[in-house]
């Protein structure tokens, strides 16, 4: 963290430095389709170094906003500014290749970025993807291609890392892993965003949060582990 502030980048003691380079940020974005305002003009800032929550009901633009920062999808208005580099991203339906084991679809992963082995084997035996490393992706439980699906946002070692609902389908011991391992990562200047369902889970390793109802910021600050977060949302959005 030290380092951080020296080299200029926001300090979470709250000098207020930051470095502009290295976050996203959306400006007035609005994403419309036919007859649904999906985004009514949001702005915000996901700073570097951040576990930052997306949290919100259905249907309250979590998805479409994820969709837009990776560039799958375009603003109807506003605009959105990501630093160089690698995002790596899972998503709401797990994606992976379904004929390919699960060490088999690792490997195609790392091969597109300049990842090591070491790492490969930490995310792995990390999410506890150990024990079905030799099966095939279709045939796994749907919590392992969940699993799987967060283990292969992580093999390319991004800056950035989007997760859309990463912990549907997992039981209480995975999501706790789950947690762990993201919010590890997020040591240093690495960044992950998570839109989710379970914000009890990921609250107390939270340093951002964010509520989104009917495409809408309702609110947007930084938390630490003595904040309430059950009780901000429902008192936002219930
Ligand atoms: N391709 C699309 N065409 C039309 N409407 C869409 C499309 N994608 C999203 N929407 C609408 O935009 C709104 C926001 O949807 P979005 O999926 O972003 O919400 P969400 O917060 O991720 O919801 P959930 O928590 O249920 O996953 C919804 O009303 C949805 O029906």
Known sequence: MADR???????????????????IRLDGVVRRY??????AGVDLRIDSGDLHA???????????????????DRPTAGTITRPDGRIGCG????SVYPD???????????????????????VRSGLELDEVRSRVAADLSGGYQRLLDVALAFVRRPGFVLLDEPLDELDDAARERVVGFVADYCEGDRTVVVSTHHLDAFGPSLDRLTVL????????ERVDGSDDYRAIYRDLVE
């Open 100 to 122: 390919l084991t699960v060490d088999e679809n690792l490997h195609v992963f790392a091969a597109m970025g300049d990842t090591d082995d070491d790492w490969l084997a930490e």
């Open 91 to 94: 998503f709401q339906t797990p």
């Open 5 to 23: 502030a020296a080299s200029g980048e926001r300090d979470r003691a709250g000098d207020g430095t930051r470095d502009p380079d290295r976050e």
């Open 34 to 39: 036919d007859g649904v305002t999906a985004l």
């Open 54 to 72: 997306l949290v919100g009901p259905n249907g309250s633009g979590k998805s479409t906003l994820l969709a837009l920062v990776l560039g799958l």
């Open 213 to 220: 109802a009917d495409g809408v910021v309702r609110y947007d």
